[in-house]
T-cell receptor, first 111, second 113 residues
Framework: DAKTTQPTSMDCAEGRAANLPCNHSTISGNEYVYWYRQIHSQGPQYIIHGLKNNETNEMASLIITEDRKSSTLILPHATLRDTAVYYCIVRESNSGYALNFGKGTSLLVTP | ETGVTQSPTHLIKTRGQQVTLRCSSQSGHNTVSWYQQALGQGPQFIFQYYREEENGRGNFPPRFSGLQFPNYSSELNVNALELDDSALYLC????????????FGPGTRLTVL
């Protein structure tokens, strides 16, 4: 699976959009971009995934650049409950094996 | 729909002992994965079980072993505990036909003294 690079930490004001970047310059054509988050003292939670088109669900939007070497997870209106560690993971869909978590981005949403 | 549950919540063991951690998968899920998360790190894949057989393994020694039962519940066994085994152990369940979303339990916090 391709390696990802994320900033260690980010801050966001409550109510504003949180934009979390991820670099995955070695991504291959059949690899998807997945995002999970882990709120303190809980297990990771799936957010969204995509291949090359932008994706949106009730939690977030995923913007993938045309060359697929980077992506941005957008939380449109961050709340205090969005404070968590966000993990960007690249893997083949339905590969059946591990999610290779890195260290992720620690997002702090402030009042 | 019942989510993924794990037991116990916390556990303290001493070096050299053995431990068994348990996980109940979400209803309808036939695949379970186990992860180890050291303090300040992301979860690391230990292994995955499908139809009661190991279906993939990360870089963990053989003293980490597992079982999956017909009702899709699962156990993680660790023998000869070492201090570095202190971590949060997470299980995640998914359906074989859809690995896109894995559902994680709250984890078991293991402390080895």
């Amino acid at each position: 699976d391709a390696k990802t690079t994320q900033p260690t930490s980010m801050d966001c004001a409550e109510g504003r959009a949180a934009n979390l970047p991820c670099n995955h310059s070695t991504i291959s054509g059949n690899e998807y971009v997945y995002w999970y988050r882990q709120i303190h003292s809980q297990g990771p939670q799936y957010i969204i995934h995509g291949l090359k088109n932008n994706e949106t669900n009730e939690m977030a939007s995923l913007i993938i650049t045309e060359d697929r070497k980077s992506s941005t997870l957008i939380l449109p209106h961050a709340t205090l409950r969005d404070t968590a560690v966000y993990y960007c993971i690249v893997r083949e869909s339905n590969s059946g094996y591990a999610l290779n978590f890195g260290k992720g981005t620690s997002l702090l949403v402030t009042p | 729909e019942t989510g993924v549950t794990q037991s116990p919540t916390h556990l303290i063991k001493t070096r050299g002992q053995q431990v068994t951690l348990r996980c109940s998968s979400q209803s309808g899920h036939n695949t379970v994965s186990w992860y180890q998360q050291a303090l300040g790190q992301g979860p690391q894949f230990i292994f995955q079980y499908y139809r009661e057989e190991e279906n993939g393994r990360g870089n963990f020694p053989p003293r980490f072993s597992g079982l999956q039962f017909p009702n899709y519940s699962s156990e993680l066994n660790v023998n000869a505990l070492e201090l570095d085994d202190s971590a949060l152990y997470l299980c995640a369940s998914s359906h074989r036909d859809s690995y896109n979303e894995q559902f994680f339990g709250p984890g078991t916090r293991l402390t080895v003294l």
